[in-house]
């Protein structure tokens, strides 16, 4: 296991379209994030799970978008009828956190999405 | 909102001169305070990182200055090299988890 690894890497979509995108953190890693980041910014937090609960989504996370994490292992961000403004890079990270023992948050390639 | 503030967007810099990009930031929650580096294509890497206990960290070139009482942070790259053009990003973080990211500078090393 080299790190965070995350697929697509590209993906073009026609508007109204609905896609998916996985990640699949580094083994062992109790937490997962999932960020966006749009050219020029820096990536901006959507959503985090702990092992495989949902503990935070943010306001930016519309009710198109949807995420999981079965299993606590992989995980699959969901955005429903693709608007041209989902254009984005999606960033997944993912590190260990239990007790007093946490490591840095590692990040996967991205996959950039393009909404045509 | 942006919770951290980044300057400058962008920068040149000869070979060998001295790289500098500040932060600053409001929550005084914030607790960790890394700094990523990003080329083209590719996720942000962790290059350094300080807790507000230290006021200066240095691994190698890259060195971050912390003033916990200005809620300000910088990071030097002494001796730039050309393989550090890059997007630099700061950002922070409460309890070790969700970070807020700076907008990221843009360093461009000139040989």
């Known amino acids: 296991d080299t790190g965070v690894s995350q697929d697509p890497r590209h993906k073009i979509t026609k508007r109204g379209q609905n896609v998916t995108f996985r990640c699949d953190p580094i083994?062992?890693?109790?937490?997962l994030y999932w960020y966006r980041q749009t050219l020029g910014q820096g990536p901006e937090f959507l959503t985090y799970?702990?092992?495989?609960?949902?503990?935070?989504k943010s306001r930016l996370l519309s009710d198109r978008f949807s995420a999981e994490r079965p299993k606590g292992s992989f995980s699959t961000l969901e955005i429903q009828r693709t608007e041209q403004g989902d254009s984005a890079m999606y960033l997944c990270a993912s590190s260990f956190k239990y007790g007093g023992e946490n490591t840095e948050a590692f990040f996967g390639q991205g996959t950039r999405l393009t909404v045509v | 909102q942006q919770q951290v503030k980044q300057s400058p967007q962008s920068l040149i810099v000869q070979k060998g001169g001295i790289s500098i990009i500040n932060c600053a930031y409001e929550n005084t929650a914030f607790d960790y305070f890394p700094w990523y580096q990003q080329f083209p294509g590719k996720g942000p890497a962790l290059l350094i990182a300080i807790r507000p206990d230290v006021s200066e960290k240095k691994e190698g070139r890259f060195t971050i200055s912390f003033n916990k009482s200005a809620k300000q942070f910088s990071l030097h790259i002494m001796d730039s090299q050309p393989g550090d053009s890059a997007t630099y990003f700061c950002a922070a973080s409460e309890n070790d988890y969700k970070l807020s990211f700076g907008a990221g500078t843009t360093v461009t090393v000139r040989a």
């Open positions: 799970f702990q092992n495989e609960a949902q503990l935070e």
């Open positions: 083994s062992e890693h109790n937490r």
